[in-house]
């Protein structure tokens, strides 16, 4: 059991952020905390794929990701539960990474996509290499 789960979610893609959360709730001890955080991508320096740089772009972004993840956190933690969500702005792994260190996370939960944006294996990879602490990567098609 952990005593502080960060879940790595996009609120868009339902299923996989149920899976992730369902799955946190079996793995969380009673009394933990569970965050949930999404990453609007911002590149770092040039990239090869389009990605928002424009600032009306991002904070519109932030404030979409904010509003879907309070509609999840009703949805999907049950009431009691001790739960964090937040939207962030850079490269998804290295946000995801910092995080789970600055809230000294005993465990990260991602879900693997293979050519979708928000958590794509390169994002994978990179928490795999970097983190702090476990990360757990449901595949697609998971059913938990």
């Given at each position: 059991m952990f005593r502080s789960i960060l879940v790595g979610v996009y609120p868009e893609h339902d299923d996989e952020a149920d899976a992730c959360i369902r799955m946190?709730?079996?793995?969380?001890?009673?009394?933990?905390k569970l965050v949930l955080v999404s990453v609007v991508d911002r590149p770092e320096g040039p990239t090869f794929?389009?990605?928002?740089?424009?600032?009306?772009?991002?904070?519109?972004?932030?404030?979409?990701?904010?509003?879907?993840?309070?509609?999840?956190?009703?949805?999907?933690?049950?009431?009691?539960?001790?739960?964090?969500?937040?939207?962030?702005?850079?490269?998804?792994?290295?946000?995801?990474?910092?995080?789970?260190?600055?809230?000294?996370?005993?465990?990260v939960i991602v879900f693997e996509h293979e050519h979708l944006w928000p958590l794509s294996r390169d994002t994978v990879n990179y928490l795999l290499s970097h983190a702090g602490c476990p990360v757990l990567v449901l595949p697609q098609q998971t059913h938990v």
């Open positions: 946190a709730m079996r793995l969380l001890e009673e009394g933990g794929f389009p990605a928002l740089e424009n600032e009306e772009e991002i904070k519109a972004a932030v404030q979409h990701l904010e509003r879907a993840l309070t509609v999840l956190v009703r949805k999907q933690v049950p009431l009691g539960i001790d739960v964090d969500s937040i939207v962030r702005v850079g490269q998804p792994g290295k946000r995801l990474v910092a995080e789970s260190g600055e809230r000294q996370s005993d465990l």
